[in-house]
């Protein structure tokens, strides 16, 4: 089963690229950053405290397939709590056994996966046949993720972003377990200058050469 791995920092723009890899290829797409989020939501949902470690670990015990369907996912303090529980050891070893599982036998008989997050190159997919990580500086990143916030219609300050963007990646690069980095053998795409066909034709044709199509 061939094996996609798209992991960069926040709003690098790896999900939609992930996303049009696995339409292009016909593969399974899972984003993993929204079972962290899932988790994140559960908990606020609760009114508990994302750095409530116990309760972390046991709502993530009870993840199911079913809660990234949640409608809150995108909101900016679920990806806030949703940065504060990915770096709890229990809540990412709970959450690991469904992202292998998914890579290897995905939904609908799909003949491949493109997986997405901050890990899936060095944890979850360490013999994935591509690796890519998406890079792009904070303040493109922080533009990008601030239009994406007025698109939707919600209330969204730039300066906000970017400090929220530059919080959420230093905790993502300096946790103990499964920290944001890019895997030895990962091919780097610095998106920075490139719109999202640029960076999707750059993508692709790597995936082309590697599973020679
Ligand atoms: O879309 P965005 O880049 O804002 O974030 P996301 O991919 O939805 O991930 C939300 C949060 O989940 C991240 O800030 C990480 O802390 C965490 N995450 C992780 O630790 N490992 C993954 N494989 C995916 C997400």
Redesign the pocket.
């Known amino acids: 089963m061939p094996v996609i791995a798209i992991d960069g920092?926040?709003?690098?723009g790896?999900?939609t690229l992930a996303r049009r890899l696995a339409a292009a290829m016909n593969f399974a797409y899972l984003?993993?950053?929204?079972?962290?989020?899932a988790v994140a939501s559960l908990i606020l949902e609760r009114g508990s405290d994302p750095n409530d470690s116990v309760v972390a670990a046991k709502v993530a015990d009870g993840f199911t397939a079913d809660d990234i369907n949640r409608h809150d996912l995108r909101d900016e303090k679920v990806?806030q709590a949703?940065?504060i529980v990915?770096?709890n050891q229990e809540v990412?070893k709970s959450l690991l056994e469904f992202q292998r599982n998914f890579a290897k036998t995905p939904p609908n008989n799909h003949l491949g996966v493109v997986l997405?997050?901050?890990?899936?190159g060095t944890v979850?997919c360490p013999d994935a046949e591509i690796k890519l990580f998406i890079s792009a500086t904070p303040e493109v990143r922080a533009k990008r993720?601030h239009k994406e916030l007025l698109d939707r219609g919600d209330a969204s300050i730039y300066a906000r972003v970017l400090e929220d963007l530059r919080e959420?990646d230093e905790?993502?690069r300096n946790r103990d377990t499964?920290p944001?980095r890019a895997a030895e053998d990962a091919v780097t795409l610095d998106t920075s200058d490139m719109d999202a066909n640029k960076a999707f034709e750059a993508a692709k044709s790597l995936v082309n050469e590697r599973l020679s199509l």
């Open positions: 920092p926040v709003a690098s790896k999900g984003d993993t950053g929204s079972l962290y989020r990806g949703a940065s990915a770096a990412r997405d997050g901050r890990d899936i979850v993720r959420r905790r993502d499964a944001l």
